[in-house]
């Protein structure tokens, strides 16, 4: 019997590339969307509260049936839909989780996806794991609007859903109505849309988040994907969920059973406790302000050290376009100057040419973390402008 081939090893992603040379350069990690402190005490005193019982077992692999139900309460109160938490939510680990699952549901070889770039990596991968492939509308600068004819021309026969990501990483904004009926209007070829709204509490306007439940009106041809990482600056907890039609969500369960089956029961009933709080809304407002302060702010400092840069409408990602080669500038201010950012490069599947230069900055820090990055990039311009080498 010949033994098979080994599969080529997948290349290493860039948020455990970069992270693992700002360790080891004791560089600030502004490349990496995680917090650099803990999650709001409410999470935790909800944990601490828990007893020592089944708690603490398997819950059902559907999700916990108070984290559905605190769930469903939610998309009723903010979005004004009305979701059976039996048949319609399902509880993952992470969003993550929650993207694989419903990929995987969805797509099989020889389908296609539409990712709209610049798109979170995460997106391609599932949709390849599955045996699909992907078929891409490339924005091509922070400006750019989703084109309902571009869009509709990427379509073709093959094509079995389209994966958005509402509010944006990276670009930092939502989708605006227009966007989201081009996107819509997908559905009458049979088109699932996929929306990723994990940064959905962080308006940093103050706005309503709008999404796909408002937008698509067939529960089987649209998904919301979430999680409670980014809201609750909690994104070791790995705790997500999805939002589909019955039948979709039947498909999505079938895959998330033999996955992980169920995500750390403790950590589902902390945030349906917090989620049914009827505090939390203010809780996530005043979050969503104090981010506003710290994006401004470094926005700021940026523009005085000569980096023209943009606030995010919503999220924490800052993007500021450094005049040279964004890929060279991460590796050598990593080094150099000991602050770690991510090119945006590695949010398109091919280059291009006006985001070259462009690089995001996770802001999702204390204010003394961000001062510190700050500190360390004026002194490597004034450095760099000393030795005539600074553009």
């Known amino acids: 019997m010949t033994p098979t ?8 992603s860039v948020f455990v590339r970069i992270p693992a040379l700002a360790a080891r350069h004791g560089a600030v990690n502004l490349a990496q969307g995680v917090f650099d402190h803990g999650p709001d005490q409410a999470l935790l005193a909800a944990l601490a509260a828990l007893g020592s019982g089944l708690e603490h077992q398997y819950a059902p692999s559907a999700g916990h049936p108070l984290l559905r139900s605190a769930l469903a309460g939610r998309l009723r109160l903010l979005e004004g839909v009305a979701v059976d938490p039996d048949t319609e939510v399902t509880v993952t680990v992470g969003a993550t989780e929650a993207l694989h699952c419903v990929i995987g549901a969805l797509v099989g070889p020889g389908d296609e996806v539409v990712l709209v770039e610049p798109a979170y990596e995460q997106y391609a991968p599932a949709v390849r794991s599955a045996g699909g492939t992907t078929r891409a509308l490339r924005l091509t600068g922070p ?13 073709t026969p093959a094509t079995r859903a389209i994966v958005v990501n509402s509010p944006w990483n990276p670009l930092g904004r939502g989708l605006d109505a227009e966007e989201w009926r081009a996107v819509a209007d997908l559905t009458r070829r049979g088109v699932v849309v996929v929306s990723d709204e994990t940064y959905e509490d962080l308006n940093l306007d103050g706005s309503p988040h709008t999404g796909v439940l408002g937008a698509v009106a067939d529960p089987e041809l649209r998904v919301k994907i979430s999680s409670v990482s980014k809201s609750f600056a909690a994104t070791g907890w790995r705790v997500g969920w999805t939002v589909a039609g019955p039948e979709l969500t039947r498909r999505i369960r079938a895959v998330h059973q033999f996955v992980t089956f169920c995500p750390p029961t403790p950590l589902q009933i902390a945030v349906a406790s917090v989620l049914g709080a009827p505090d939390t809304p203010e809780v996530l407002a005043r979050r969503a302000r104090d981010l506003r302060a710290r994006v401004d702010g470094f926005v700021s400092a940026l523009h005085g050290l000569g980096l023209p840069a943009t606030a995010p409408a919503n999220g924490f990602f800052v993007l500021a376009d450094v005049g040279e080669d964004a890929e060279r500038w991460c590796d050598r201010t990593i080094v150099e100057a000991r602050v770690a950012a991510l090119p945006m490069s590695v949010f398109y599947s091919e280059p291009v040419p006006p985001m070259a230069s462009v690089v995001r900055f996770a802001v999702c820090k204390r204010r003394e973390t961000l001062d510190e990055a700050v500190r360390r990039l004026r002194s490597h311009h004034t450095r760099r402008r000393t030795s005539c080498t600074w553009p």
């Open 5 to 12: 081939a080994a599969a080529a090893p997948a290349a290493e």
């Open 143 to 155: 400006g750019d609007r989703i084109d309902a004819a571009a869009l509709a021309a990427v379509v």
